[in-house]
Structure formats: structure tokens, C-alpha cells
């Protein structure tokens, strides 16, 4: 798939400029890289903010299309403002056919519905990463990375070693141990709602059995009565003891 866009030289620099250059529309930005300089350019800004909405914009090799040429490049950084949906900058790097380029490729996850994790339990599969780090030559990169999930088990994870890397494409190791791509858990909250009925039938049946049951033959006496009982005796001893 081909992503094409028109780029314009800039001629001046600088934050005030860039400012008058926002406000006008455009976007400012520059290109780098291979044998030739750096260039400041400016874009139409919201034909940018249009194909920014595309995934592959982010991780596909483009064409620019600049003072009547086209050159390959690969979009490297963008910078937006805090609250508004602006752009403040932009930053492409041009492309070398012999020249292998790190850049980061989306990973697309398929047949979650076949996998034992959600056929037999209410396991949730938790997509670790969404992009992977990859070197490759420009021709072999790939516009995304299949993460088939119908294996997945609960309890189990897919790590970056586990991926089945097109040909010519590398995954970018930060240390010694494989990232974990996806993994299956059961919520805690439904472990906790089936753990709840065991509970409970383990619970001692005396639990209750704290009130005393009256003995056959004897009679309970209410309380209102046994405190006015209560009263009149304390009342008949006073009198005595006034006598």
C-alpha cells in the first residue's frame, strides 16, 4: 500500500514563525537523514491530522512529495500541543534501500475466540504490548505482525519468541528475558465469587447457637416485667428499712 503526501520547503525559522505558520494552516516540520541535509518543511495541517488517523502512516515507508520529487521517508516523531488537537511539529527521516531501519510495527491479534482460554473459562486475554521494536532492510518491513491466539490457554503467555517474524525482520532485544506479548487470567473478582460458596458450607454450623433454649418445665420471663419485679422489691426493702 502506497501513502503519498505533499510536502513545501520553509523558508524561515524559528518559534514566531512557526506560530504565523499554525495559524495559517500549515504544519511546520523538518526531514533528515541519508546523504543529503536537513530541511525544514511545512504541511497542510489538517491533510496531517487526517493521515495521522491511519496506523500504517505510523509504521509504513511513505512518499513525499517535495519541490517536484518524491522521496521515501519514515515518519520518526510528532510532537501535539497539551489540550488542543494541534500539531505542533513533525520530524521524517529519509529512507536507504541498503540500510537496515528500526522502527516500530503494530501487532494485530486474531482467533482470541478459538483459543481454550475463552472456549472453556471466563479468562480475559490481556494484550501486553500493541507494537513491536523491528529491524529489517525497507523492503522486507511489514505493515503489521499476526499474533495468533487460538493456543492460548489460561494461565498461559505468547512472548516476543513465540512470534513468527516475516522473513528478513528482527525483533529489537532490550535484554535477556522475552517480552510477553499476551497472556490469559482469570479476573480476580470471578476467582473470589467461586471461592464465596465453598466458604460458607465450611463454616462451623453452631455459628448461631449462641442463645440459650429454655429447659422443659420452665417459663421465660419477659424483661419489662422482671425490671419492674425489680423495682417493687428495691422499694419494699427501702420502706423497711425506714420503719
Given amino acids: ?20 505558520l499554525r495559524r495559517s494552516g500549515r504544519a511546520p516540520g523538518i526531514v533528515y537523514g541519508g546523504e543529503n541535509t536537513p530541511q525544514p518543511i511545512e504541511l497542510d495541517h489538517n491533510a496531517l491530522i487526517h493521515a495521522l488517523k491511519s496506523e500504517a502512516f505510523h509504521s509504513s515507508i511513505l512518499t513525499m512529495k ?33 540500510r537496515r531501519i528500526h522502527i516500530k510495527v503494530p501487532l494485530h491479534f486474531t482467533h482470541a475466540e478459538d483459543s481454550p482460554a475463552s472456549k472453556t473459562t471466563d479468562a480475559i486475554i490481556s494484550h501486553v504490548l500493541t507494537d513491536l521494536d523491528v529491524s529489517c532492510l525497507p523492503k522486507d518491513l511489514p505493515q503489521f505482525i ?31 528475558v522475552s517480552p510477553v506479548v499476551a497472556t490469559a487470567v482469570i479476573p480476580r473478582v470471578i476467582a473470589e465469587v467461586e471461592e464465596a460458596p465453598a466458604a460458607e458450607e465450611a463454616a462451623p454450623a453452631a455459628e448461631g447457637a449462641v442463645v440459650e433454649e429454655a429447659k422443659p ?15 417493687k422489691t428495691s422499694e419494699r426493702s427501702s420502706g423497711k428499712e425506714k420503719k
Fill in 66 to 98: 517535495l519541490d517536484g520529487s518524491s522521496q521515501r521517508v519514515l515518519l520518526r516523531d510528532i510532537q501535539m500541543h497539551p489540550f488542543r488537537n494541534e500539531i505542533l511539529h513533525v520530524d521524517f527521516q529519509r529512507v536507504e534501500e541498503n
Fill in 146 to 176: 499476526e499474533v495468533d491466539l487460538s493456543a492460548l490457554a489460561v494461565g498461559q503467555s505468547i512472548h516476543v519468541s513465540d512470534l513468527t517474524l516475516p522473513p528478513g525482520v528482527v525483533a529489537v532485544a532490550r535484554g535477556p
Fill in 1 to 20: 500500500m502506497q501513502h503519498e503526501f505533499t510536502a513545501f520547503p520553509r523558508g524561515t525559522e524559528g518559534r514566531s514563525a512557526s506560530r504565523r
Fill in 217 to 231: 418445665g420452665e417459663k421465660e420471663e419477659p424483661a419489662e416485667k422482671s425490671e419492674k419485679g425489680a423495682e
